[in-house]
Each structure stands twice: as structure tokens, then as C-alpha cells.
């Protein structure tokens, strides 16, 4: 198992920047790949980033494309996800999540709230 947690998010204007952090411990050799999601009030959770951790390699929904970028820092365990011209859309709370490929996800974080102002 994968204990994951994430840190980083608040409440900003439209337009501001943010960046989540998500720090790995555990069986961290486990894991393949590392990914984003968020969930509106309301609304079923939805993916928005994903990153293989041995080659680095990325996807991002389209919502999200241009404007946020997901990392890994390998000697941290760690994963960002910085996120730019941030919209009110974006308001959710994002989960970080681990998993043995890109499709199945076992581990999650408890997540952190974002939250953008009009």
C-alpha cells in the first residue's frame, strides 16, 4: 500500500496560480503511475492528470490542457501539479492517487480543496 498526502490548496482568484504537492510513502515501488483527479460538489470525480513515474511521460484531460502541469520529484517521492489561469470551474476537491497502470488507481490521498473566485 501507498500512503499519500496532499498538501497545497486554498482559496484564490480567477487567473491565480496554485500548486498541489503530493508526497508518497509506503510501497512507493509499487506504483506505476500517479495521477490527479478532482471532484465538484455535485459532480462524479473526474480525472485530470496523470504521470508515468519510471519515464516521466504525461496526460491531461482537456479541460486542464495549456494551463497545468504535473511532476515528479523521485528523490522526494513526490508529484505536483501546478496549476495556472486558474478558473472557477476549477473549484473541487483534488485527490492524488497511485496506481499499478494508467487505468486502476488503489491508493488515494485524503485531498485538498481548491477553490476559485469570479
Known amino acids: 500500500q501507498v500512503q499519500l498526502v496532499e498538501s497545497g490548496g486554498g482559496l484564490v482568484q480567477a487567473g491565480a496560480s496554485l500548486r498541489l504537492s503530493c508526497a508518497a510513502s509506503g510501497r512507493t515501488f509499487s506504483r506505476y503511475a500517479m495521477a490527479w483527479f478532482r471532484q465538484a460538489p455535485g459532480k462524479e470525480r473526474e480525472f485530470v492528470a496523470r504521470?508515468?513515474?519510471?519515464?516521466?511521460?504525461?496526460y491531461y484531460t482537456d479541460s486542464v490542457k495549456g494551463r497545468f502541469t504535473i511532476s515528479r520529484d523521485n528523490a522526494k517521492n513526490t508529484v505536483y501539479l501546478q496549476m495556472n489561469s486558474l478558473k472557477p470551474e476549477d473549484t473541487a476537491v483534488y485527490y492524488c492517487?497511485?496506481?499499478?497502470?494508467?487505468?486502476?488507481?488503489?491508493?488515494w490521498g485524503q485531498g485538498t480543496q481548491v477553490t476559485v473566485s469570479s
Open positions: 504521470i508515468i513515474w519510471a519515464n516521466g511521460s504525461t
Open positions: 492517487a497511485a496506481g499499478s497502470n494508467i487505468r486502476t488507481y488503489d491508493d
